[in-house]
Each structure stands twice: as C-alpha cells, then as structure tokens.
C-alpha cells in the first residue's frame, strides 16, 4: 500500500499565527497555535520540524504546501510566505497562496457542514485591520458534488479595507458571519441579534487553507510557486512615510 502524502499549510496572517497538516485522503488534520509571545520568525521552522517528528512524517511526504497571503499583519504575512517558499523549493513540491478572508470563510462553512447545520447563501468574514477599519470580503456558497467539501464558495467581492460603519449584509438570503465577535461592528451586533443572523468565531485556520490546497489538488489547478505574492490591502507605513509623493 501507498504511503500516504500531506498537505502542510500556514496561517501566519495574525500574531498567534498556526501551523496545520491534513492527510491526502483529507480524513486527517491536525492544527499548531504558534506562540503570541515569541516572533512567528523564531517560532514557525521549529513547530514544522516538531509537527513533522510527531507524526513520524518524512519530507518526500509532503505531497504541497498551502499558505495564507493576506490580508493580515505584514510581518507575519512576510514570515509564513517565506518559509512556505523556502520548504517548497527545498521538498521540490507545489506551493499554492490563498487569501486570509477565505480561509476563515472555508473554516466557518466546514465547520457548520460539520454540525450538520443547513447551509448559509452567504459567507461575510471580516477582520480588525487596525486604525479602526476592517478587512472584508464576500462569498456565496454553492452546491458542487465535485468539491472535496461537498460546496465550494465562489468569491462576489474582492478583499478590501473599509470603515467599520461600511461593513453590510448582502440584502437576500442567509448570511453567515465569520469573525472574532469583539471585532464585529455594533451596527451589526444589533442587527444580528434582532434577525438570528448566524456567527461563526474564527481568528484563523491553518486547516481551512490546507483544505483550500486539498481541494486545488483535486481540481489540477496548477500552483504559482514562484509568483505568489501579499495582499496587504494597503501600503506599508514605509510606504506611506518615505515614498516619493510625486510616484
């Protein structure tokens, strides 16, 4: 019998950063908090190597290489990309980058398929961007019996950065919200609270991108290893204080 392959995966997009593997056969997944008191940059290649000893796993094991682009903080945005691309080019294996938002999107939908909850039309996640905004996206969720989740989410709005006031539900159909709640806008804490509007507690998952992978594996969709890049959303402070203001 085949030796079975993994998926790692990197969501280093908060300050508690996490590191997952889930099985080939997608029956198996395990998920690593790294450490908020320590930089991701000292913590992440140690928690690999231990994730790695503790399930006795090899390196020619790794069948690919899933992690987090943004948007979320810019170090450990930096740090998850690099080390992803670094074992990538290191284990010869495909290396594919997936957007934050639609990681906590995927970790909200899997886990309501898991408790067997009717499905939402509408996946809203959002995050603390600092300077009182919020990084958003929108995603509808769609029934595909070819999909290793069983639904798949199609995205209707690009990632992008706004005032808290800003945020908005879709006007038809059930949404689900997928964030932290103390980061949720109280226009929308009110308005969740009179309409049973549904909210899933996510910060990040490791194991939401390692499905994104699984499931990019599935459909031959081919890796960008090479040309993966950040999506901060807005410039870096650098950027903003010390570029040129005539460029």
């Known amino acids: ?28 997944e ?4 790294l450490s908020g008191d320590v930089r991701i940059s000292k913590t992440l290649l140690p928690q690999v190597k231990q994730l790695l000893s503790s399930r006795n796993l ?25 080390c992803a691309k ?16 639609e990681s906590l999107a ?13 499905l939402p039309d509408y996946i809203l996640p959002y995050r603390d961007a600092r300077y009182g ?32 006031a800003e945020l908005r539900l879709p006007e038809d159909g059930n949404t689900l919200l ?7 806008p109280e226009n929308l804490a009110l308005e969740t609270s009179q309409r049973s509007i ?13 499905w994104l992978t699984h499931r990019a594996l599935e459909s031959r969709t081919p890796p960008r290893s090479a040309n993966i890049s950040l999506n901060y959303c807005r410039k870096s402070q650098a950027q903003t204080k010390w570029s040129d203001p005539q460029s």
């Open 1 to 28: 019998m085949d030796e079975p392959r993994y998926i790692l995966a990197f969501d280093t997009s908060t300050p508690k950063g996490k590191c997952s593997f889930l099985c080939s056969t997608g029956t198996t």
């Open 133 to 164: 905004e919020l990084f958003t996206g929108l995603f509808q969720v769609s029934a595909n019996p070819q999909s290793s989740t069983r639904n798949t989410l199609s995205r209707l709005q690009e990632d992008e950065i706004i005032a808290p």
């Open 198 to 210: 549904r909210h899933h507690e996510v910060d990040s998952s490791a194991i939401a991108t390692a």
């Open 58 to 82: 090899r390196a020619d094991m790794i069948q690919a290489i899933g992690v987090s682009i943004g948007p979320g903080t810019f170090t450990g945005l930096r740090v998850g990309l690099s």
């Open 106 to 118: 995927t970790a909200a939908l899997l886990d309501e398929m898991r408790a067997g909850h009717s």
């Open 86 to 101: 670094g074992l990538s080019l290191g284990w010869g294996c495909p290396l594919y980058g997936f957007s934050s938002l």
């Open 178 to 184: 997928a964030g932290k709640k103390e980061e949720l």
């Open 30 to 33: 395990e998920e690593a908090l």
